[in-house]
């Protein structure tokens, strides 16, 4: 069973995306909440797999918030859901660490297939994102996995804290977060919110890709 939060303040979209979920996966325990207050009043009150939150919701879109929600639930994922299809906008909202980027205009299906994505912990970009900006030539879709591997990189890594970056190198070598605890004298507690920031900030999914990333910016960048 996994427990869904969306907050939306529209109350008819929320509700009509409530329904679509629960029509095709009934294995949800979905949540309803009108503004970002009573989203985050759910957030502590229970283990939430995934929030969908509106883009627009009052009090919610800047960098600060949203960087702070991320920090203070680790383990839970977050999704945007906007009526805005810039590719600007969802770049921006999935540079900040988040897992999705649902569109109000998709369709029951896309956005099913959107939260199975992020549910698997994956990282779901809309099909719309590969469209040709400025004369790419390009029509092939566009994976989460493509994306990622080009946002890895020397900023990528440079926005990480300078303990973020000794967890991230015990990774790569193989440590458990027990044993990168007792290496940096930090809780274990700790070591697995610094993993989670760590993976959350450089998009990938598991210690292996955090690895092969760390190894190809060094290839790329000191070598």
């Known amino acids: 069973m996994y427990r869904v939060v969306i907050a939306d303040d529209h109350g008819l979209y929320r509700r009509g995306l409530s329904l679509a979920l629960k029509a095709e996966l009934p294995e949800l325990e979905i949540f309803e909440a009108g503004c970002f207050d009573a989203a985050a009043t759910v957030l502590a ?34 999704a945007i859901v906007s009526g805005n299809d810039s590719r600007a906008e969802i770049l921006k909202a999935l540079s900040i660490g988040l897992h999705g980027y649902i569109v109000k205009s998709q369709t029951d299906q896309e956005v099913v297939s959107a939260v199975r994505e992020i549910l698997a912990g994956r990282i779901y970009v809309p099909a719309l994102l590969s469209r040709p900006s400025g004369g ?88």
């Open 45 to 78: 009150q229970r283990e939430i797999h995934l929030a969908i939150l509106d883009l627009n919701m009052p009090g919610l879109f800047n960098q600060q918030v949203l960087g702070d929600v991320l920090s203070a639930y680790p383990d839970t994922r977050f």
């Open 136 to 223: 790419s030539g390009s029509h092939a879709p566009q994976s989460a996995r493509a994306w990622t591997q080009r946002r890895v990189g020397a900023a990528s890594l440079s926005k990480l804290t300078s303990r973020q970056r000794d967890v991230l190198k015990l990774m790569a070598e193989g440590f458990s977060n027990k044993e990168i605890a007792r290496d940096l004298d930090i809780s274990e507690a700790t070591t697995k919110i610094h993993a989670a920031a760590v993976m959350r900030e450089l998009g990938v999914r598991n210690r292996t890709e955090a690895a092969v990333a760390l190894q190809n910016w060094r290839s790329k960048y000191i070598d």
